[in-house]
């Protein structure tokens, strides 16, 4: 069975700041796609950047990268030059190609200093 | 353009008792999904559809009935509610398209707590 494991249970920067966080995942299919999703207090769940596994090209979207390493089942959110607003829950989630169910990790809560 | 709304935004229930959830999507999306998320933990699907008149069971789907009978709207439902079921529940949905199939789109949760 596919799981999501995040390691960070939370983390705290400076506003500017560059922040990583963590994320790994246990499949045995080879094509598959994965999200960071945001959730800030208003509890709102949003789409914050998606990588298809058989694309090599790390997704980028503004301040938000990952560094997709497919053989090590890792995908870690950069987020740079981080914002008040980027406090929020951050989960990964993995969605197998054959069916549409996302599985997800259990987040990691992000505090932005000013 | 709502996108996906969910009624009620919070509830409170005695155990035993019995309620309805409802979702419901402006986006013509075919693919619609139930959650629960619980402190500390991830999102765990509780039922899913892929059309109108289909439903399948996720993770977690015990204590829970679902229906579409329209497009649009995808019901959760709670015979006898009980202590446990006490969480945020989200509603979602997805395109069938290509491109956008992928992503889902959340509507803004519903708190229920049971007593």
């Known amino acids: 069975a596919q799981t999501v494991t995040q390691s960070q249970p939370e983390m705290s920067v400076q506003e500017a700041e560059t922040v990583t966080l963590s994320c790994t995942y246990d499949t045995s299919e080879s094509n598959y796609y994965l999200f960071w999703y945001k959730q800030p207090p208003s509890r709102q769940m949003i789409l914050v950047i998606r990588?298809?596994?058989?694309k090599q090209q790390n997704a980028t979207e503004n301040r938000f990268s990952v560094n997709f390493q497919k053989a090590a089942k890792s995908f870690s959110l950069k987020i740079s030059d981080s914002q008040l607003g980027d406090t929020a829950m951050y989960f990964c989630?993995?969605?197998?190609?054959?069916?549409?169910?996302?599985?997800w990790g259990a987040g990691t809560k992000l505090i932005i200093k000013p | 353009n709502a996108g996906v709304t969910q009624t009620p935004k919070f509830r409170v229930l005695k155990t035993g008792q019995s309620m309805t959830l409802l979702c419901a999507q402006d986006?013509?999306?075919?693919?619609m999904y139930w959650y629960r998320q619980d402190p500390g933990m991830g999102l765990r699907l509780i039922h899913y559809s892929v059309g109108e008149g289909t439903t399948a069971k996720g993770e977690v789907p015990d204590g829970y009935n679902v229906s579409r009978l329209k497009k649009q709207n995808f019901l959760l439902g709670l015979e006898s509610a009980a202590p446990s079921q006490t969480s945020v529940y989200f509603c979602?949905?997805?395109?069938?398209?290509?491109?956008?199939?992928?992503?889902?789109?959340f509507g803004p949760g519903t708190r229920l707590t049971v007593t």
């Open positions: 979602a949905s997805s395109d069938r398209g290509s491109a956008g199939r992928y992503e889902q789109y």
């Open positions: 989630a993995f969605m197998r190609n054959s069916n549409y169910q996302l599985i």
């Open positions: 986006m013509n999306h075919e693919y």
């Open positions: 990588q298809e596994a058989y």
